[in-house]
């Protein structure tokens, strides 16, 4: 049995009230801050004990030689692997010469919150030192959504019973032990102890500065502190630095009604380009302006970041507080993940742990940009342009391969692609229409024409010469796409994977109608006539397969013909089936990890017909596993629109509770970012029936028994609108903006201000859901070993 | 443009009459002796310069962990490679103080033999010193077939024209410098230094040993050698040994009438459960009989052992004395490598080089035990032993893998799976069926009735019961084999591959028949009534793929509606393909690595009518590559068989030329056993038009233009018979053994003792050959980069 932290249930925060450390690094990647660019776990502010320490920046990363037992031509040669930068979350504590250390002495109160408003952890801790001085200890975290390089921490300790003698010191630690890599998961990440190289080390009054190089990947960063500190008459201050440590000492004698308070301002920077002393200036310069804003403004202006995202994504549930705080413990999780990437990745751990070495998948399109593409827009915008300024290094592996156009990676931190397991990566060409696509859905979001122009033609174009590249024009007249693994990875190197094709012909035709509107730009690119010909007649001629014996369409051709996998015989603790299976026997039967035709019938909803949807959900249910964490929400989406409510709703519950009850036992490596947006998708695009259909915005809500209302907010077009649905109805209101069209069902409504439109919702026919696989039934209590 | 070591042409021997040290390694490979059991490189007997220093022990290997870059289920850990074991040929000299060393002085002359009746390799220079002194060097070494542990140097030395002062050091040297490892080609071998742990070194008069255990492994080994000395009066003799270096000294001065001569008696064994004591009393004692034996009773015992293979397996070609030579060189190699295995497995390289890791593949069982099968049985029956010794970690495989029987390792040396690339390897699991066929076949070439009872059923039954598993009964009742590998390595993961379902079904109905045949063995393995109709059951619904709009089998299912390769756009020196393309590229398109579909009409030629071999070979002769050297051969066999006869001589020129012209480029890392012994298949079974068609030995010969006639020998069930093909007749003689029935095309003959039967062969109508791809056409003259 697996123990998991536990939370209590509460609509706006996430607290700890009890400190256990067997399941120490799940909480802290469940507190974990983060802006998109600095990332810290929510790890104790003495440093020890902890589960896995971690502070992140987006794309600091260090290079690992991939190990082939036999090499291949075009094997990628380096794997990069997120770093734990300098730690500047550190604030160690004596209390009369003993270190405060929850393991030792008493541990009397112990409380810790992530306020998902004010966009902080609190801590508040009563400890009883081993020669029975108790203290209280309270800190205050945030990671500045507004300020992007830096961040803050409010400290204070004070006796309370009689007084005592404390020596605080706040560090910059580099090069912290990590703790040994264990299990042969392919899921957690390489471990890299002793990568950072001291290039400078530097202290002031109260301040601190070290500078170093990743080993191998040459990276230059740089982290700063400085402190308001508040201690009473005749308490000493000093400072020191030297290659990986930098400190502010404290020393103070405390009565019982004196504190010690420290406020720690950090600032960090990084540069493949930069010199040193550049660096060093710019993190100076920014702990410096970082010291003035001060931490009332840091708070406020954070707080104040938070109410405008709320503003347009919450989340609200009748009767479930307990999905209601997970799905905003999981909008929030996401937004922190995104909010100022800014040209960089989004992992799919975010920046709260090492998992997948902190690379970027495809779930980033299509699942975490969803959310946000209704939420905050210009996150989207940002995640693409990231995706934009790899197109050289996705047209050289495009090149390498022997395709045109580009071939974005697998998995990567900077473009280049990392996974050394190439059936499952660099045969998964999907990644190219999973760009394309997040392109189209960004600009119907948004209309968004300038980035179209600048971002997103190129992006399309670059993608639809893969495809046509990589397919060809059978002697039957389809055109079609061999030997390629789709989102499943639980199949590899199938032909004409449906979502593939799917996807490919989106694209494809996205690609030609934009350079039909952008003319100019399309013929620097050197786009044609002919070249826009070739895109729409395979587009056109693209080869779906179809099981007419099953009336179901295969995964990919030839899949309904398989062997379907023995559940039966599979015990519960044979899951996920790839630790316990080899992967020759899972591909070559009938049993899905996640879904792959489900999410085709997600994102291409107008390829298939109500039968079709409902046919193929009743034959995917009982053989999908969802051994992947991204599965749960796409099975929501399609379970509602075919009906089974309940059931969707079972998956809403999965996908948000994935971390804060460690559905997967992985948490402890970081965030599953893209279950977390996925729970918004279930509920706003499942339940929410919320679909873009070319131009126009549909609603089509229904909730299930046992839900009294489902209220949730979104950005589209410059406006922000909130649906209420109830049992039989459903309330549209415009928050903000022009007046906007939107089709309830199929009923087109004009939303105006003020102005409140209710229309009802006609009861569905009860109906059998599907099963799923026994021991893989989706809901809160799902059987762990 | 590579250089290549030459040869002169003749007909029982190999020739190099210049040294060429751009090229030694190649000749090292080509001049290699081996029984199977020992196996000695044709390095210089100084020691240096060399190619690469080789000496091994069949089995003797050392384990490498297997790294991977993301781990999987069903891995294997750790890979076992050959080992180059303490080296007994070197002999040492110095010519007034200045080591012998053909790179410097002059080298006057050089010749060097590989006898092939002898079975010795012969040296003979004439080399002038840095300060001028002329001395001949002659050295004759041999591997003994008769003594399977003991090899012999015959080695002297004299001066030409004055007077020298000379040193003999004769060594027995471990841990020899290899050099590094350079390609990132996947079939070299991986190199290991130092990899000998030294147990126990002693000297004694004229002779020494050592003992050494590989680190790793744990295997412990030993070597010891004597000498007879003829030397002149005055001249000293010394003894030495340390840890890696055991040395007999032999100081002499010479007037030009007067020699050294000295006779080096070598033993070698090895083992996993013997003491240090025992193998040091077991190699002291060999080489003490080899001694006593002597120079001469070691000559004339090996040239007794060649006289009585060539009695029963010679290939005479009328009309073209360059592959005359080269069959003989092939045939000879082959024995060597599969003489005295005994237990042990016929590695792909025999013990020739470190190629592939010294491993063996299925390669053995289908190419190289067809030529012993009717050339030396008893090495078959050895080979297969060894096969069936390695049945509990097949059995054990098969469980990890899921499934029932026995699975048996892609490549190895113990029996444990060494392949890190799955897909071309796990997923090959026609490697069990090839086994069944081997075993099939040499109980139909020897009614060994004995072994097919305690070797072959079990054999049988343990593949019979991995098909069972591995395939499943669609809904339309046919038995199908999903997502496995069949031989071409330019596909993977493919359904229903023609070859692999062709034999596994012949397995499925081999296991039955045998299982009748010997009831009560059968029950003892747990095989009953009911399991041999399931095997029956599968064997009849076997689902075997045409495509009816091509009219061709498919080598797997869909495979003919996949993209053709584009050969135009395919330059000359991006073959071999799999080291310019990436392998999900190759899998997904019609290109062909090796003869699959048409090798299954070579091994299940009642499977496919006439015309469907004549149409299937056309289609798959444009596609197919030959990037491996296992292919020739089949696409001669099925090329004569159709008709194509000049095209099959020039494939039987492929195959036979592979290592005399280093054809592919890597004969340095070892001789190609499959493709030598395929030289034999092409003009036996593919120009001899010999089959074993159930209890028929059926012949269907036919000779090229330009060729005059082709004479072989064989044993056949006890006999050994002789088949004389020329151009419009066959001759054939039963040269010992009882009267033999075999069929000339449809006619039945009777073979008697000194009575030659001979019958006419119809000329066939001239027809259009198929083309190949671009620059991949057969024959002497392959273009080579």
């Not at 010469?465 to 039957?476: E, I, K, N, V």
């Not at 009850?661 to 948490?667: A, C, F, I, Q, R």
Request: glycine share 8%; aromatic share 8%; net charge negative.
């Amino acid at each position: 049995m697996f123990r998991h932290p536990s939370f209590s249930v509460e609509p706006w925060a996430v607290t700890e009230s009890n400190l256990d450390l067997e399941v120490l690094a799940q909480s802290e990647s469940i507190l974990a801050l983060s802006n998109g660019h600095i990332g810290m776990r929510g790890n104790l502010d003495e440093g020890e004990p902890h589960g896995l320490p971690g502070t992140y920046l987006n794309s600091v990363y260090e290079l690992r030689p991939l190990p082939y037992p036999e090499p291949g031509f075009g094997y990628p040669e380096a794997d990069q692997t997120v770093v734990n930068v300098t730690n500047g979350k550190v604030i160690r504590l004596l209390v009369d010469d003993e270190p405060f250390d929850v393991r030792y002495g008493e541990l009397v109160s112990h409380v810790r919150t992530l306020d998902l408003q004010a966009g902080v952890l609190r801590r508040e801790v009563q400890w009883r030192s081993p020669a029975g001085a108790l203290v209280r200890v309270s800190s205050t975290r945030l990671v500045s959504f507004a300020e992007r390089a830096v961040a803050a921490i409010s400290y204070s300790v004070e006796p309370l019973e009689r007084s005592v003698q404390v020596v605080l010191q706040s560090e910059l630690v580099a090069n912290e032990p990590l703790p040994p890599r264990t299990a042969d998961d392919p899921r957690v990440s390489a471990s890299l102890d002793q990568t950072l190289e001291g290039e400078e080390s530097l202290s002031w009054p109260a301040g601190g500065l070290l500078v170093h190089r990743v080993r191998r990947s040459g990276i230059l960063l740089a982290a700063a502190m400085e402190h308001d500190i508040e201690a009473p008459e005749g308490s000493a201050t000093s400072s020191e630095a030297s290659a990986d440590v930098a400190r502010v000492t404290v020393v103070a004698t405390l009565e019982p009604s004196q504190r010690v308070g420290v406020t720690k301002f950090l600032a960090y920077g990084w540069s493949t380009q930069r010199s040193r002393p550049a660096l060093h200036d710019q993190v100076r310069g920014a702990v410096q302006s970082a010291r003035q804003i001060g931490w009332e403004g840091l708070a406020a202006s954070q707080r104040a970041f938070l109410e405008d995202y709320w503003s347009g994504v919450d989340v609200e549930l009748d009767g479930d507080p307990e999905i209601q705080q997970a799905v905003r413990f999981s909008l929030f999780h996401v937004l922190q993940a995104g909010a100022r990437a800014e040209g960089r990745p989004i992992p799919a751990k975010g920046l709260t742990g090492p998992g997948y070495d902190g690379h970027a998948f495809w779930d980033t399109e299509i699942y975490v940009l969803g959310l946000l593409g209704l939420s905050r827009p210009e996150a989207v915008a940002d995640a693409l342009r990231w995706r934009h300024s790899t197109l050289p290094r996705a047209r050289a592996r495009a090149r390498q391969l022997g395709f045109e156009g580009a071939a974005f990676p697998w998995r990567t931190i900077d473009g280049q692609e990392c996974s050394g397991y190439w059936p499952a990566s660099t045969a998964a060409f999907h990644v190219a229409a999973d760009v394309a696509y997040a392109v189209v859905r960004y600009v119907r979001t948004t209309g968004d024409v300038a980035f179209e122009a600048e971002v997103g033609l190129e992006l399309l174009v670059e993608t639809a010469r893969l495809w046509r590249s990589l397919g060809h024009h059978h002697t039957d007249g389809s055109f079609r796409i061999d030997g390629v693994t789709g989102p499943d990875e639980y199949s590899a190197l199938a032909d004409n994977n449906v979502y593939t094709n799917l996807m490919a012909q989106l694209n494809l035709h996205a690609a030609a109608d934009v350079c039909v509107r952008h003319r100019s730009q399309a013929a620097a690119l050197g786009v044609g006539d002919e070249e826009i010909s070739w895109w729409r007649d395979a587009a056109r001629d693209m080869f779906i397969p179809y099981d007419e014996r099953l009336g179901v369409h295969p995964q990919a051709q030839g899949f309904t013909d398989h062997e379907v996998w023995d559940f039966a015989r599979t015990r519960v603790d044979q899951y996920p089936l790839m630790l316990h299976f080899h992967y020759f026997d899972l591909y070559r039967k009938q049993v899905v990890k996640q879904s792959d035709l489900v999410l085709a019938m997600h994102l291409r909803p107008e390829a298939f017909s109500a039968e079709d949807k409902e046919r193929n959900f009743t034959y995917y249910e009982p053989i999908t596993v969802r051994d992947s964490s991204l599965s749960a929400c796409t099975q929501a989406v399609i379970g509602a629109e075919t009906g089974h409510l309940g059931l969707a709703y079972d998956y809403v519950a999965e996908s948000s509770l994935i971390d804060l009850d460690d559905l997967e036992h992985n948490t402890r490596d970081g965030l599953h970012m893209a279950a977390l947006a996925g729970a918004w998708t279930a509920l706003v695009e499942g339940l929410g029936g919320v679909r873009i259909e070319n131009t126009r915005l549909v609603v089509r809500p229904r909730i299930p028994e046992g839900l009294q209302g489902l209220r949730f907010r979104m950005r589209y077009q410059g406006r922000r609108l909130q649906v209420d649905v109830r049992p039989s109805e459903a309330r549209y209101q415009l928050l903000s903006g022009d007046d906007l069209s939107l089709w309830h069902h199929d009923e087109e409504l004009l939303l105006r201000a003020e102005h409140e439109e209710v229309r009802p919702i006609s009861a569905l026919p009860a109906r059998p859901a599907p099963a799923q696989p026994p021991g893989r039934e989706p809901g809160r209590g799902r059987a762990t070993p």
